[in-house]
T-cell receptor, first 116, second 110 residues
């Protein structure tokens, strides 16, 4: 159980365009999902907490208008990278859990974004 | 967010040797989780520690949570090549967020 699906796994886009990444909980409902960013050989940096039916909570230093998060249902959160630039190229990964008190977080397989 | 540091950053061991990674937080943690990430993969949950001084074992892996709940360790006995990967601790904050440590990359030499 506790499967999280993330799409696409890889995307290449041109500078100035927007890219949407989807994160779905397949066998449980997730009122909260988390979005991370990971640079090569580095740790995961928490970007924001996605809250179903309300605004996302962004970590300090993360641009809200740049990284739009929508959590419209209990099984889907989306991250849209707007007006992408080469420095936005990174590995984006989401996570969720059916029960934070008793289970760890399940991660999606991640999205490798390359902005050219 | 919280500052969670891990040492060492890299560790090369001969197969069969033991390995330990240490996790230190600048603040008291509500709980701590450990994850393993293989090259090219995503983090996979290993364990969660909640109580001060807690020790948990999973086969050759031993996890400890410090008495002050500001540090933790993961010890692997008799490493195998399948243990290769990066091990992250993640400290619990408020609102169920987890802040990942800097990670320790383990290489096991056959």
């Amino acid at each position: 159980g506790a499967v999280v699906s993330q799409h696409p796994s890889r995307v290449i886009c041109k500078s100035g365009t927007s890219v949407k990444i989807e994160c779905r909980s397949l066998d449980f409902q997730a009122t909260t999902m988390f979005w991370y960013r990971q640079f090569p050989k580095q740790s995961l940096m928490l970007m924001a907490t996605s809250n179903e039916g309300s605004k996302a909570t962004y970590e300090q230093g993360v641009e809200k208008d740049k990284f739009l998060i929508n959590h419209a249902s209990l099984t889907l959160s989306t991250l849209t990278v707007t007006s992408a630039h080469p420095e936005d190229s990174s590995f984006y990964i989401c996570s969720a859990t059916p029960d934070p008190a008793n289970y760890g977080y399940t991660f999606g397989s991640g999205t490798r974004l390359t902005v050219v | 967010g919280q500052q969670v540091m891990q040492i060492p950053q890299y560790q090369h061991v001969q197969e069969g040797e033991d390995f330990t990674t240490y996790c230190n937080s600048s603040t008291t943690l509500s709980n701590i989780q450990w994850y393993k990430q293989r090259p090219g993969g995503h983090p996979v949950f290993l364990i969660q520690l909640v109580k001060s001084g807690e020790v948990k074992k999973q086969k050759r892996l031993t996890f400890q949570f410090g008495e002050a709940k500001k540090n933790s360790s993961l010890h692997i006995t008799a490493t195998q090549t399948t243990d290769v990967g990066t091990y992250f601790c993640a400290g619990g904050g408020t609102g169920n967020q987890f802040y990942f440590g800097t990670g320790t990359s383990l290489t096991v030499i056959p």
